[in-house]
C-alpha cells in the first residue's frame, strides 16, 4: 500500500480505526477474532492502527497491544489520552468527564504503555480538549514525554483552530483526528485550510460516515442495543432516509468505477489531500478487504467535479452527535 505522511510518522495511506473491535458498535468480538483481524489488516499493507484508553475502556489497547506485538517494529501506534475513566461510560448519562491535567496524562501513558505491551507511543492524542486545562499545559506535558522516549509525536481529536495553534507553538502537532466523510465535511471550512498551513497531517474518523456511506444501512436498519448509533439524530430512521441521496449518489459511481460505495467514499478522501489518513474500521474481514481497496480506486477530475456536483445538492438531515457530545467537538 502507499504511504503518507503525518509529521515526521509514515503510514499507510488508509489505517485501521480499531475502536469498534471492543466498544461503541455493539457488543465486543473475541479477542482472538479481534487479533486474527488486526494481523490480517497488518499483513494487507496496514501500518498505521488507531485505538484510546476509552475504548472498552482499556479493553481495546489490550487487544491492539497482543496483536501488534510480534511486528511492532513494522507499525504505529496512536491512542488517546483525555476521558476520566473511574467510571464505567457505558454506565454513564450525559457528557462524559474530561480530565487532561499534566499528572493524568502522565498516569494514562505509563498504562498504556503497559497494555499496549510497548516501551513508546508512536501518536498520542488529547481526546478532547479540555477547557479546564490550559492547551499549552497539555502541549508541554506531552512535549517532556517526547524529551523522555515515551511518545514520538502529538496530536489532537475534535479540537478548533484556535486550539490547534496555541498547541502547535508549544509542540508541534503531527495529527489532528476528526470526523470527515462526504457526509461531514465540516473541517473543510476552517480546520483543513489550518492543518495545511501548519503542516499538520489529518486522520478521518468515520469516513464511512459510521457505516452508511457503504449502503448496507437503510432506514429499517435496527442497530444493537449498546451501539452509539441509536442516540446519534443523523441515523433516527427519517433522518437516514432523507439522505439515502449520498448512497445513491456513491452507488452510481461504483458502478462507473467497478468498485463498491464503500471505496468510492475512501477514494474521494484521499484525494482530496495528501496528507489525509482516513482510518475505518470493521469488525469482518472481507469488509477490511473491501475497505482497503480503496486505496487502488482513482477518481479523475471529472469524477471529482460530478462527485462535487451531486453532493452539493444534497441537504443532509440529523446532527452527527447527540448534544452533550457534539459540545465537546470544536473547542
Known amino acids: ?24 458498535y455493539g457488543a465486543a468480538v473475541e479477542k482472538a477474532d479481534g487479533v486474527k483481524l488486526i494481523r490480517a489488516a497488518a499483513d ?7 485505538t484510546a484508553e476509552v475504548y472498552g475502556p482499556f479493553t481495546n489497547e489490550e487487544l491492539v497491544g497482543e496483536a501488534l506485538k510480534p511486528i511492532r517494529k513494522d507499525v504505529v501506534i496512536a491512542t488517546k489520552f483525555g476521558f476520566d475513566t473511574s467510571s464505567d461510560p457505558r454506565a454513564r448519562t450525559g457528557a462524559p468527564r474530561l480530565d487532561s491535567r499534566p499528572a493524568h496524562i502522565r498516569a494514562v501513558v505509563e498504562a498504556s504503555l503497559k497494555r ?43 479540537a478548533g483552530a484556535k486550539t490547534i495553534r496555541r498547541a502547535h507553538a508549544v509542540q508541534p502537532v503531527a495529527a489532528l483526528q476528526s470526523e470527515y466523510s462526504l457526509w461531514w465535511r465540516e473541517p473543510e471550512k476552517e480546520i483543513m485550510p489550518t492543518l495545511e498551513e501548519l503542516g499538520i497531517g489529518f486522520v478521518p474518523f468515520s469516513p464511512l460516515g459510521k457505516g452508511f456511506l457503504t449502503g448496507t444501512i437503510n432506514a429499517d436498519t435496527s442497530f444493537d442495543k449498546s451501539d452509539f448509533r441509536n442516540s446519534v439524530p443523523r441515523f433516527a430512521p427519517e433522518a437516514r432516509a432523507a439522505n439515502q441521496a449520498v448512497v445513491d449518489l456513491l452507488a452510481d459511481m461504483a458502478k462507473k468505477k467497478q468498485a463498491t460505495p464503500a471505496q468510492i467514499a475512501l477514494a474521494w478522501i484521499l484525494a482530496q489531500k495528501p496528507w489525509i489518513v482516513p482510518i475505518p474500521g470493521t469488525t469482518k474481514l472481507h469488509r477490511l478487504e473491501e475497505n482497503l481497496g480503496g486505496a487502488s480506486v482513482m477518481l479523475s477530475k471529472d469524477d471529482l467535479a460530478a462527485i462535487e456536483q451531486a453532493v452539493s445538492g444534497i441537504a443532509f438531515t440529523g446532527a452527527r452527535y447527540p448534544e452533550a457530545l457534539q459540545q465537546m467537538v470544536g473547542r
Open 1 to 24: 500500500m502507499q504511504t503518507r505522511k503525518l509529521g515526521n510518522l509514515t503510514v499507510s495511506a488508509i489505517g485501521f480505526g480499531c475502536m469498534g473491535l471492543s466498544f461503541g
Open 44 to 50: 494487507m499493507g496496514v501500518t498505521f492502527f488507531d
Open 116 to 158: 499496549l505491551q510497548t516501551d513508546v507511543i508512536d501518536l498520542l492524542y488529547q481526546h478532547r480538549v479540555d477547557l479546564a486545562v490550559p492547551i499549552e499545559d497539555v502541549a508541554g506535558t506531552v512535549k517532556d514525554l517526547i524529551a523522555e522516549g515515551k511518545v514520538k509525536a502529538f496530536g489532537l481529536s475534535e
